[in-house]
């Protein structure tokens, strides 16, 4: 009796394992799908990065040659505005001089800043008879 005692316990137990390893296979089998799944998911990524990655080089380099275009149109501005600053400030300059020549006040106070040497002497004083200059 003890033996069938034992057995008994035994045969309880192998059932115990039996339904625990049914539920290890069950996770197993579980894992192994949501692996497959992660798998899956993970390629689709990789896919579309390297799409994006990509797309980014085609976006830089439009980027890059629109900078450099940019830059060539903003150096034929800076150009353009050096010369019509250039004329601008000639047109000013010859524009105050016909003004500064044809000016009658003008030409009183450019005068004797532009004499020559012997205009700039100082003028005798000749004295007259009664004393006054």
Do not use: C, Y
Not at 19 to 33: C, H, M, P
Not at 45 to 64: A, G, N, P
């Amino acid at each position: 009796m003890d033996e069938q005692v034992k057995v008994a316990v035994l045969e309880e137990r192998l059932e115990n394992f039996e339904t625990l390893v049914n539920r290890l296979d069950s996770a197993i089998e579980k894992i192994a799908e949501v692996n497959n799944n992660v798998s899956r998911m993970l390629a689709v990524h990789e896919e579309r990065i390297s799409k994006q990655e990509e797309i980014d080089e085609v976006l830089f380099d439009k980027i890059d040659k629109l900078r450099d275009k940019m830059d060539l149109d903003h150096d034929n501005v800076t150009k353009r505005l050096t010369l019509l600053e250039r004329k601008l400030w000639i047109g000013i300059g010859a524009l105050g001089a016909v003004l500064m020549l044809t000016n009658p006040q003008a030409i009183k106070m450019v005068k004797p800043l532009l004499t020559g040497a012997n205009d700039a002497m100082i003028a005798p004083v000749v004295a007259l008879v009664n004393g006054s200059r």
